[in-house]
Every structure is written in C-alpha cells, then in structure tokens.
C-alpha cells in the first residue's frame, strides 16, 4: 500500500523560502501526476502545483506563478514545491496527492487526484 507523507513545512517570515517535499512509501504504482493543495483556516482547498509526468508538465494557480516550482520525475518516490517569496496569505496546511489518467485531466481540480497525504504546515509571518 502506498502513502504519502509531506514534510518541510513550518514557520518563515515573508519574503523566506521553504521547500516542502512529498514522500512516496510501499509498492510502487503506476503514475500520471502529482499536485499540491493547499487549505487555510476557514477557507476551501485550492489548487497549488502539479506536474504531469508524461512530458513533464507543470501547473500553477496564478496567485503562486512566478513564486514556487514544483520538481520531481516519475522515476522519483519525492515531489517537491519550491516557495519562494512567501507571502502572509501563502499560510495554510500543504497537501499533496497522485492522479491517475483521467480523460482531460485538469489539475486544479482536486477530485481528480486518488492518494493524499496528510499535509503539513506552512505559517508566513509578516
């Protein structure tokens, strides 16, 4: 059975970086994309960061375009998110999730994703 587990998170002031990794344990499986979510306090989940394996295609909403990057292979059992330039409203709990192959998949769209991991973290103080 496989898990997702994300790590890297914790407490930056605006303007820091953090880089947040997501861990794949068990059994390999077959892979289309992984993405990042994220969930503030009294807010609904939003799309952060996916990258689509095949021909290593990323995503990004545009509130972190420019900002963070998200890396990682289908080769890998880690993703990662790069965030630079952390901004106050960046703070919310960091999950990340597997997609399988979904007729036009879109990545923002987070019931398109079957795996998640628990989260962690993130906390931007101004």
């Known amino acids: 059975q496989v898990r997702l587990e994300e790590s890297g998170g914790g407490l930056v002031q605006a303007g820091g970086s953090l880089r947040l990794s997501c861990a794949a344990s068990?059994?390999?499986?077959?892979?289309?994309?992984m993405g990042w979510f994220r969930q503030a306090p009294g807010k609904e989940r939003e799309f952060v960061a996916a990258?689509?394996?095949?021909?290593?295609?990323?995503y990004y909403a545009d509130s972190v375009k420019g900002r963070f990057t998200i890396s990682g292979d289908n080769a890998k059992n880690t993703v990662y998110l790069q965030m630079n330039i952390l901004k106050p409203e960046d703070t919310a709990v960091y999950s990340c999730?597997?997609?399988?192959?979904?007729?036009?998949?879109?990545?923002?769209?987070?019931?398109?994703?079957?795996?998640w991991g628990l989260g962690t973290q993130v906390t931007v103080s101004s």
């Open positions: 999730a597997h997609a399988t192959f979904r007729p036009n998949w879109s990545p923002q769209d987070s019931r398109q994703y079957n795996l």
């Open positions: 068990g059994r390999a499986f077959s892979r289309y994309a």
């Open positions: 990258v689509r394996w095949s021909g290593y295609v990323t």
